[in-house]
């Protein structure tokens, strides 16, 4: 779900996961402010869930509990000499790997691409 206003740009992305009569969730909320192109804005993200993709394991997802994570990230890309767009990315994020044990990862990103 999204909505501009403006230069601003809102989305609500929900994602619902069915499996052995248990629902797992997790929600993204996005804002973004345009500036002159649509390659050019600032941008901050949040999200939090609990929708663990253990199916690449061999694991009985009936005795798991529902694990946590909460993140935030920071973005901001920018159209330079006509073709090329420079996006630098800052992240948090905080996941439950057992119960009651978090793991925080930090990152940082930069990305220079051509636009066509």
């Given at each position: ?35 002159s192109d649509p390659d ?42 006509k073709i090329w767009v ?31």
């Amino acid at each position: 779900v999204g909505k501009y206003y403006r230069s601003y740009w809102f989305s609500l992305r929900p994602q619902l996961r069915f499996k052995q009569g248990d629902v797992s969730y997790s929600f993204r909320l996005s804002a973004r402010r345009y500036f002159s192109d649509p390659d050019s804005y600032i941008g901050l993200d949040g999200s939090f869930g609990t929708a663990p993709d253990f199916d690449h394991q061999n694991i009985d997802y009936s005795y798991l509990k529902r694990l946590k994570s909460y993140g935030v990230r920071a973005t901001y890309s920018q159209k330079f000499a006509k073709i090329w767009v420079a996006t630098t990315k800052l992240s948090l994020s905080r996941d439950e790997v057992i119960k009651g044990v978090y793991r925080t990862q930090t990152s940082i990103d930069l990305t220079v691409s051509r636009a066509f």
